[in-house]
């Protein structure tokens, strides 16, 4: 019943910008941390951004000053706007939940992810 369902990917140029959406159903939506991930080709899947219940944000070394992680929890949907997009940002893009109870913050460690999403691509290529 849990559901996360990715979207916004798309091919941009370098430069480019994309607003990946998370939307969300099946569960108290408010209650959870959610984080993006993504995995390239031949890579492991990495934690890029995550939001906690109250709207701490982590990011990525890597994407620090070019992305920005926001939720909306009365539309139940967390958003990634993606900046300044490289080639090295193509990945598939996933969202996913971290019931974050006791927790400060919010890990950028796939292994502490609970339910994910199906992921939507994105591509940035010339």
């Known amino acids: 019943q849990v559901q996360l369902v990715e979207s916004g990917g798309g091919l941009v140029q370098p430069g480019g910008s994309l607003r990946l959406s998370c939307a969300a159903s099946?569960?108290?939506?408010?209650?959870?941390?959610i984080g993006w991930f993504r995995q390239a080709p031949g890579k492991e899947r990495e934690g890029v951004s995550c939001?906690?219940?109250?709207?701490?944000?982590n990011y990525a070394d890597s994407v620090k000053g070019r992305f920005t992680i926001s939720r909306d929890n009365a539309q139940k949907t967390v958003y990634l706007q993606t900046n300044s997009l490289k080639p090295e940002d193509t990945a598939v893009y996933y969202c996913?939940?971290?019931?974050?109870?006791?927790?400060?913050?919010?890990?950028?460690?796939?292994?502490?992810?609970?339910?994910w999403g199906q992921g939507t691509q994105v591509t940035v290529s010339s």
């Open positions: 099946g569960f108290i939506f408010e209650a959870y941390a």
């Open positions: 939001i906690t219940r109250g709207g701490t944000t």
């Open positions: 996913a939940t971290f019931l974050s109870l006791g927790i400060r913050g919010c890990p950028l460690q796939v292994t502490s992810y609970n339910h």
